[in-house]
């Protein structure tokens, strides 16, 4: 058994989070994914913590480290004439060149769709940018909370009425990653059938729109705004978080079959009155029925409520820090926490694949590299460029390798 995508060559030029993650993933699937970097200093999160003695390993910061296992490293000077026209070697041999540099980056350095589907014709592109390709903002600078707060999420976040939050995680990012996934994989499957590569143009403040989902349907529909609602919903009720004497718990009563098992549960006088059979009643009365129901949670702890709850077969779970998530049973028994290795030695855990596949071969995961440690096997191994080129791109230093 293989990998999925074992025979497909990328070549990655990102650098942060969106463009690094939809690399990892494709890299977690099989892509031979080789990280081309800037001389010297490489990739940017390359330096990002990497002095910082919580977050770091063997001067490897966790940035750099969490997005760049399974990938290799080749260091060109992309600026320079002979630098490029090495790059240009490695695209006759691509699949896929993923990029997510600012917008109109890419055609200053020549690398654009354009120019390598001229060099190779079956050639994907992908560039994942904060606004797209085109259109009147286009050009904009753009980081994860940029697009959080201008794509309206951030606007329906947070404890009430002008307390907008920004996510705990940078979906901003991270969702422009998995829409790269999606789309360089589609370009693939076409690719199959055409025989021509094509450019994936990803816009993270897209990517945000689209995750609106329902929500902007029903302000389409009923022309309101909504506001922030905390932690309950517009719908049911009770559907929140509540105080125990130790962890948060969430409660969540979907529809009217919950409701009898909680209120025997809850044991309230109070609750038990027949209009709150229905949902719609109950969100009339959502203070009212999350008040009463706060009284009695806080006396006990969240072990204990959890344990009723879950034998009523109500939908419920602690509120999870870090440490208790990444130790959940059910996240271990998934393989979701792996062990990479740093190439000089030690390894740190770090979130797995989520994607389980029952026809491919088990996962792996390889250190993330050091800058340059793959050059010249990348170029032997892809590439007929001779031994004297690649010497000679070592002398006149556009080109790098830690080998």
């Known amino acids: 058994m293989t990998k999925p995508l074992k025979n497909i060559r990328l070549l990655d ?3 942060m989070l969106s463009g690094p993650y939809a690399g990892m993933i494709l890299a977690d699937l099989g892509c031979d994914t080789v990280k081309v970097e800037p001389l010297v200093i490489g990739e940017g999160t390359r330096r990002l913590l990497e002095d910082d003695p ?14 760049n296992r399974n990938k290799r490293s080749v260091a060109i000077d992309l600026k320079s004439s002979q630098g490029l026209e090495l790059f240009y070697e490695l695209v006759k041999h691509a699949d896929v060149v993923l990029d997510n540099f600012a917008a109109d980056v890419v055609g200053r350095l ?14 994907i592109t992908c560039s994942v940018t904060g606004f797209g390709s085109d259109g009147p903002n286009y050009q904009r600078p753009a980081f994860d909370q940029i697009v959080q707060g201008l794509g309206g999420g951030m606007s329906i976040t947070g404890a009430g009425p002008g307390q907008a939050v920004r996510a705990g995680i940078p979906i901003g990012d991270l969702a422009g990653g998995m829409f790269a996934v999606m789309g360089i994989q589609a370009a693939l499957l076409a690719r199959s059938t055409t025989g021509l590569g094509q450019h994936v143009d990803i816009s993270m403040l897209d990517c945000q729109i689209s995750m609106l989902n329902y929500m902007a349907t029903m302000h389409s529909m009923s022309g309101e705004i909504p506001t922030p ?5 517009f719908v049911h009720t009770p559907y929140n978080t509540f105080n125990t004497q130790d962890d948060d718990i ?9 409701w009898p098992a909680l209120t025997d549960l809850i044991n309230v006088d109070a609750l038990r009155d027949p209009k709150f059979a229905t949902a719609f009643e109950r969100l009339g009365s959502k203070k009212f029925i999350e008040d009463h129901m706060n009284q ?13 709850l879950e034998t009523a077969r109500i939908p419920c779970a602690r509120v999870n ?4 998530s990444l130790s959940d049973p059910q996240v271990r028994h998934r393989g979701m926490v792996v062990s990479v ?39 032997r191994q892809w590439t007929d460029v001779s031994e004297a080129r690649l010497a000679e791109g070592l002398k006149a230093g556009y080109l790098g390798s830690t080998n």
Not at 54 to 67: E, P, R, V
Not at 296 to 308: E, G, P, R, S, Y
Not at 363 to 378: F, I, K, M, N, R
Request: charged share 15%; net charge negative; proline share 6%.
């Open 54 to 67: 919580k977050n770091s390993i063997n001067g490897m910061g966790a940035y750099f480290f969490t997005l």
């Open 250 to 258: 969430i409660i969540a009563v979907i529809g009217d079959k919950f």
């Open 110 to 123: 020549g690398i654009d769709h354009q120019k390598l589907a001229e060099i190779n014709p079956q050639i």
């Open 229 to 233: 609602i905390g932690n309950s919903h």
């Open 296 to 308: 009695v949670l806080i006396k006990q702890t969240a072990d204990f409520w959890l344990k009723k």
């Open 321 to 324: 820090n870090l440490s208790q």
């Open 13 to 15: 030029l990102t650098h």
């Open 341 to 379: 290795d740093h190439p000089a030695g030690g390894s740190v855990d770090v979130p797995g694949n989520p994607i389980k596949m029952s026809a491919t071969e088990q996962e792996s995961y390889s250190s993330p590299p050091l800058l340059g440690a793959h050059t010249l096997d990348v170029f």
